[in-house]
Structure formats: structure tokens, C-alpha cells
């Protein structure tokens, strides 16, 4: 339902407003914070992790559509993005265009939202802040923050407070997050991005509760832009994150007799196909 929404609102800007008439150039370093008014992106992605401790593989698949408002606001499926400044070298329709000295923006919508017939009205909702600066021509480098959370009507007891990857298995959650990275232009069509991040997760929607986990992350990997029209980025990451001593698992009982491990990490890779027009 959510994709559905997105496609008929991006179309509907689309027949609008009509597509551009200009396009991203090849140098991925160059783009700027948010898409310009007019552009539109589809973008397919797939994610696969492996856990320690289950010694298995999950994939998560994803498809994403972006369209540029104006030249500072963008819409990304059901998230507003609006780009404050914006130090990106100005787009060749726009030579004129003052360059600013920092690149912020501010983003900020929902992953989903429903209802549940055991839980009530269901939301999903987050909001990011990213700080980027050009150092030269080849080097972005880049640092935010943000908030996932999910918030329930109803929350339901669970059989056990923590899933495999010790996320809060609960129906009300967040995710706080600090992340930096940085992007080099190694040639024309290729660029290296490099990332890492630390996370806090609380099972409450806004983290005023106790931690219930802490993690740190990493990634590094390509991204290859053969056309201006067509983006190809692949990336292996890698983590780990642990809970408190102080466990908040209950006594155990017939159902939760093995309570999940103090400790978690995993390797895995992601890619995405983007095209713009």
C-alpha cells in the first residue's frame, strides 16, 4: 500500500510538472543533498546479514521511489527531505547559483503506518539530521543523527523481550543513532563510500527508558555510475551489539528457556540499483 501511494504520487507530479530536462552528471560526488524539482528515482535494493549466533543468512528486499518537489525539498516514498544548504557544485542549469559552505538537511516521515486486529493503529515514524561538507572536488565527507521508532496502540505481551539481532522485541521501540562517512571520486564513474555508526535501542517509543542495547557498525563499498541515468552501489558492513548485564529477560519459563546470547555480531552485504530521469 505504501509503494502504491508513493507511485501514484510521484506520478501524478510527473504528468504535472513534466520530466527535466537536465540530468545528474557521472560523478556520484557531485549530487546534490536532495534530488533537484523535477527529478525522479527508482531505486531496487536487497540486504543479506548473517548473525553469529544463528549461523544463517536473511534477506531483505526494497524498492524505493524519490521525486524532487522543489530543488530543496524531496519526497522518498512516505519521508519529506528538505536540504537547508547545499555546498554541492551547482548544476549546470544554474551556474549563478551561490555555493554554500555546508550541505544540512533535515529528514523526516514514516516507514509504515496500518492497523492490527491484536495491536490497534500501528505507526513507524523517524527523523535524520545530516551534515555534509565538499573538501575539494573528489572528497564528501558527512555526519548525522537520527530516530527510528515504532509506536503501537495496544502492545502485546511477548514471549521473549529481545529477538535474535537483540533488537527490544516490543511493540513500542526506537533506535537512536550517530553515523559519520565520507565519499571519494576515485575516477569518473566510480566512487568509494565509507561509513561507520554507533546505535542505542530502548523499548519505548521516545528513548526516555532504560538502554536496551547498545551497537556500533561499519561499511565500505562502491558505487559505480556507468550513465547519468543509472547508479550501481554495492557495500559489505559488518557490527555488533550487546544488552545490559542487568538482563531484562524474566525468570526463565517452558517458552523462553533459552534466553537470547549477551552478545551479537554480523557481517553482510547490500546493493541497490537506482534510475533517474
Known sequence: MRFAWSIGLVLTAVLGCGTPSWRLTTRAVSDPMV?????????????????NTTKRWDWIDQVSLAYGITDKLEIANL?????????????????????ARLSVALRGGVDGFGYSSLQGF???PKISLEIGKHLGDRIYVWGGTGLNASWVASPQPRVSLYTAALWPNAGRQSRVHLA?????????HVALAASVGVDELHACT??????????????LGPSIRPRHWLNVAVSGYMGARTRPLASL???????????PPR???????????????
Not at 35 to 51: E, Q
Not at 180 to 188: I, R
Open 180 to 188: 559519520a562517512g565520507g565519499l571519494l571520486q576515485l575516477v569518473d
Open 122 to 124: 500501528v505507526i513507524i
Open 206 to 219: 521516545v528513548p526516555t527508558c532504560a538502554w536496551a542495547a547498545r551497537g556500533v557498525w561499519a561499511s
Open 35 to 51: 534530488l533537484p524539482r523535477g527529478l525522479m528515482s527508482l531505486s531496487v535494493g536487497a540486504s543479506a546479514d548473517r548473525l
Open 263 to 277: 552478545n551479537v555480531s554480523w557481517v553482510g552485504v547490500v546493493g541497490a540499483v537506482a534510475l533517474l530521469w
Open 79 to 99: 519521508t519529506l527531505s528538505y536540504a537547508f544548504l547545499d555546498d554541492a557544485p551547482a548544476p549546470e542549469r544554474a551556474p549563478e547559483a551561490q555555493r
Open 249 to 259: 529477560i524474566p525468570e526463565p519459563t517452558p517458552e523462553t528457556a533459552v534466553s
